[in-house]
């Protein structure tokens, strides 16, 4: 029988973590709920107190504290995948929209983790390993999409063994009765946006030309565009959006804006897109902004969106060059997408890709790849501001990170895209952002030798300024860096840390009871314990042992 003292002992150290709780409590109240936002404390001089750090420490202490994990079961997953977006990427684009202290739209989610992204043969991933890792969980080599590691690039056999192929998370929620979606600012083919529906041994098998240029049958071996017209998971899309128009259309046809396709079988998929689908509901294609923005969601059942020959306009250009009257922005289409995707009693997954950040690094054209990344920014936002946080997962992650870094010693305030105020040994000025190897090498060193270009004259406004690179490329390459996950909604929790690309689609499947997790019961709806009475509880056993 339990003791007095014990019965004591137990009550008194479960009222002291109580009042403990309580303290904590009321110290958060006092934290001040007016600290200015750390851009405004620039301008207003705050930041030359100790005190405004000291309380902008509080007041991220006390935000910490009134988290409450939130344990329902995700209805809806959106994945925001900014292709190339490394960390150095986020960091440049605060900069560039407001102050070094500004926090981008996905930067304020409670919970942020970091993702390892090489591929099982590589140290530095592609975007076709890296989206088979992401979306189906299983790492592969570089090069394939939607297979595991026995299958090597290039190799014909290899890629038609179906045991070797890896479903993707997209399968997963239609096979639970959700309806599923892409939407992405490159070919809708191409790499990152074809691991949610294909599964092939080389990642540049858009059409079935490109099969036969490397050799391959392209009867046996089916390209990316048709597994999306005609296979289970790319055909049971309900919304597919982004760019790609040549890779559905025979070079004898033309397109919207008079281009021919680049299909070598005499095939129109769009049309056979729409064939299909007008028998399994009400399919609309679209082919131009204005088409897009006059689709009614609720008369919709299937829509394919295909804005440009190849992939969409960087977002700056746009404007620039006119494409904005014809091709829809990435949160437009992102708009569209969850207005037909929330009409399922039954929840939905939807992908969206940022895919141009990537494509403008590897031009080590900078001031583009920032702009899609705040664009892509935007995009999420309107995301957000469409769903709630209670029933819909948003994560947001990239597949792989960038040579760009940021450096030197530029002050405050400085243009991010400019020069960074200092010169090398050589006495010549330097950018505060600068590329490992690439394209901007021709940019950087003086054609006949002798040392660096002086570029102090050069003009930092325009769109398609090659950033120095050190190593002379033609295209930049990728970085094999860790990069950021960020997620808010239901489990969002489960992303904190840093763990292996491949488990972030079982952390969405989990989050959602769908895939290897379909009809879990665990983890719906945790109990929570007080530490008060957990202690409590422990002493009260070892009380009545003893």
């Not at 936002?37 to 504290?65: C, M, V, Y």
């Not at 981008?104 to 390892?116: Q, R, V």
């Not at 179906?162 to 239609?174: D, G, L, R, V, Y």
């Not at 949610?196 to 391959?216: M, V």
Request: hydrophobic fraction near 35%; aromatic fraction near 8%; charge should be negative.
């Amino acid at each position: 029988m339990m003791g007095p003292k014990y019965i004591l002992l137990a009550v008194v150290v479960s009222v002291t973590v109580a009042q403990v709780s309580s303290r904590v409590n009321d110290n958060e109240k006092k934290i001040h709920p007016d600290l200015p936002s750390l851009p405004q404390s620039r301008a207003a001089g705050l930041e030359l107190n100790s005190d405004f750090w000291h309380n902008s420490a509080q007041a991220t202490i006390a935000s910490k504290l009134r988290q409450k994990l939130n344990n329902n079961k995700a209805k809806n997953i959106i994945m925001f995948l900014g292709d190339g977006m490394s960390l150095h990427t986020v960091a440049a684009t605060r900069s560039l929209i407001g102050d070094e202290a500004t926090q981008i739209s996905f930067e304020k989610f409670p919970h942020i983790g970091l993702s390892k992204t090489y591929c099982v043969n590589k140290q530095v991933a592609d975007s076709a390993c890296t989206a088979t890792a992401y979306l189906c969980g299983v790492k592969g080599n570089y090069g394939t999409i939607g297979v595991n590691a026995k299958v090597e690039r290039y190799n014909c056999e290899q890629g038609l063994d179906e045991t070797n192929f890896t479903p993707s998370i997209a399968k997963w929620a239609q096979d639970a009765g959700k309806d599923t979606g892409l939407v992405t600012t490159a070919r809708v083919t191409h790499a990152s946006p074809a691991g949610l529906y294909a599964h092939t041994a080389n990642r540049d098998w858009e059409n079935d030309e490109k099969i036969r240029g490397n050799g391959c049958d392209s009867t046996k071996n089916t390209d990316i565009a048709q597994q999306l017209v005609f296979w289970e998971t790319g055909k049971n899309m309900k919304v597919v959006l982004g760019g790609g128009r040549g890779e559905f259309l025979d070079a004898s046809m033309k397109d919207g804006e008079g281009l021919a396709g680049w299909r070598g079988d005499g095939q129109n998929l769009v049309e056979k897109w729409l064939s299909n689908h007008k028998s399994m509901g009400n399919a609309t294609y679209a082919w131009n902004r204005d088409e897009l923005l006059a689709v009614d969601p609720e008369k919709t059942d299937y829509l394919l969106g295909l804005f440009n020959e190849g992939h969409c306009s960087f977002h700056g250009d746009l404007k620039r060059e006119g494409r904005d009257k014809i091709e829809p922005t990435l949160t437009e289409m992102t708009e569209v997408a969850i207005k037909m995707l929330q009409k399922s009693e039954n929840g939905f997954f939807l992908f969206v890709e940022g895919a141009r950040i990537d494509m403008a690094h590897h031009d080590t054209k900078a001031r583009k790849s920032l702009e899609d990344t705040e664009e892509f920014a935007k995009a999420l936002q309107r995301a957000r501001d469409m769903t709630s946080e209670e029933d819909t997962l948003i994560v947001v992650t990239s597949d792989h990170a960038h040579t760009l870094t940021i450096n030197g010693y530029p002050m405050r305030g400085s243009n991010i895209l400019g020069l960074s105020g200092d010169s090398g040994t050589d006495g010549i000025p330097y950018t505060s952002i600068s590329y490992a190897n690439g394209p901007g090498f021709d940019n950087t060193y003086k054609e006949t030798g002798g040392g660096r270009r002086d570029i102090t004259n050069d003009d930092f406004t325009d769109a398609d300024y090659l950033y120095p690179a050190t190593v002379p490329l033609d295209s930049e390459t990728h970085g094999g860096d860790d990069v950021g996950i960020f997620a808010s909604g239901p489990h969002s929790h489960l992303f904190d840390g840093n763990f292996e690309q491949n488990n972030i689609p079982y952390l969405m499947a989990y989050a959602a009871g769908i895939g290897p997790y379909e009809g879990r019961t665990d983890g719906a709806a945790e109990v929570t314990v007080t530490l008060s009475l957990l202690i409590g509880s422990v002493l009260v056993v070892l009380g009545y042992l003893y």
